[in-house]
């Protein structure tokens, strides 16, 4: 197979069996010791996604990422020699690589080296399953590889004496570039292909009102997705379970809408990922109503609140009405509330949860255990009374038969 051909049917990325791999991470001035610590969970969880098994994580404190090692050559000494004394597969880096720092990182450590957009990357590509996803997937690697290329032949590029070295270096790298400059540019078109289609299939759904959920990653939208709209969704205790938009008509009574299930967001998601996916997130933009999923478990939930509102503001979709959801009520209770407290007490601290929520967030929040189907009635009458007011401004003078 080409080399060039990523995301070819038979990839699969890590999951080749299970891998054994040290995380490295710094603490700068940018990111504090618990942002780091936060950040290597959440690179766990993405570790584990790609199928493989986290064994140590390595911290530094530095001003600024090493130009040529990324970590300092104390902490780039102490990693090697674990590395070699464990049996470690890989090492994955929570920050961007340079080409030039992968290369050296290789040499020095004689391991796989990946950096957080290249584990992303792998999952997205063994996650993807329809054509436009795949493309979506293949277009990221794509530009992700473009400004790396650069690593692949500077040992041709430094030998400047010998006759005929550098030359064909210099042809080589550019033959590189070019082969992938007209992959992204081929693939480009396929894309545009695609969001035609796709648009023209959204203007064919008619004028239905449309809710999408939208949330981080791995906060129970698919689970949601299942019980609202009564129909199987793929839905998993893993990062980006769901890649490709799923929509389903549901309907309420008498009254139906379309309702969305989409890739999550992720802090730290690649540019040209965001760029990528920016058609399967049209969706989103297109909506009249987001349903914002919040796993209220979350030690960071806050923090994911923000990322989500973030990408929202990006994607241009900042104004559209939106409801919030807090899921997960179970695994709360689970973990923060001690076997000690007696049943009143349980109640009057939800009770206090739910009306700080209410008050931060406004009036339209919804505290739900998609799981355990808890307070589902709720969630679903506001979800009717939000649709059809929305029903009632736009056929403001009839009754809406379907």
């Known amino acids: 197979m080409n080399e060039w051909n990523l995301g070819e049917k038979k990839k699969q990325g890590l999951k080749k069996g299970i891998e054994r791999a040290v995380l490295v991470g710094l603490v700068t001035q940018n990111q504090t010791m618990e942002q780091v610590e936060e950040y290597l969970d959440e690179l766990d969880f993405l570790a584990e996604t790609a199928g493989a098994k986290t064994i140590k994580r390595f911290i530094q404190k530095l001003g600024q990422p090493n130009r040529r090692t990324f970590v300092g050559s104390g902490k780039l000494a102490e990693i090697a020699e674990y590395v070699e004394n464990n049996n470690i597969d890989l090492v994955i880096f929570d920050d961007d690589l340079s080409g030039k720092q992968t ?238 407290l007696d049943d009143a007490t349980k109640v009057e601290i939800e009770e206090e949860l739910k009306s700080s929520m209410t008050k931060h967030y406004g009036k339209d929040t919804v505290f739900v255990s998609a799981i355990n189907k808890e307070n589902m009635s709720t969630l679903r009458e506001k979800l009717r009374v939000m649709v059809n007011d929305m029903y009632s401004v736009r056929y403001p003078h009839q009754t809406k038969f379907w």
């Open 103 to 340: 290369n050296i990182l290789e040499e020095e450590l004689k391991r796989k080296i990946l950096d957080r957009s290249t584990l992303i990357l792998d999952i997205f590509a063994g996650r993807a399953q329809t054509a436009q996803a795949k493309t979506q997937v293949e277009l990221a690697q794509m530009q992700y590889l473009l400004p790396r290329l650069r690593g692949l032949w500077t040992h041709l590029e430094r030998q400047r004496g010998g006759i005929g070295m550098r030359g064909p270096g210099e042809k080589e790298i550019e033959t590189d570039r070019r082969i992938v400059r007209d992959k992204i540019t081929l693939l480009k078109k396929k894309l545009e292909k695609i969001d035609l289609q796709n648009a023209t299939r959204r203007k064919n759904r008619g004028q239905l009102v449309r809710v999408a959920l939208v949330g981080y990653t791995n906060v129970g939208k698919s689970t949601l997705m299942t019980i609202l709209s009564k129909a199987e969704v793929f839905a998993e205790n893993k990062l980006f379970a769901t890649l490709d938009t799923t929509v389903r008509k549901v309907v309420f009574g008498q009254m139906p809408f379309l309702l969305s299930d989409t890739v999550g967001f992720i802090r730290k998601l690649p540019t040209h990922l965001i760029e990528s996916f920016k058609s399967t997130l049209d969706e989103v933009r297109e909506s009249d109503l987001l349903v914002h999923v919040v796993d209220i478990a979350h030690p960071n939930y806050e923090d994911h609140i923000h990322v989500v509102t973030q990408t929202l503001k990006d994607l241009n979709a900042e104004s559209i009405p939106t409801l919030l959801v807090f899921n997960k009520m179970d695994l709360y209770r689970k973990r923060y509330f001690d076997d000690m």
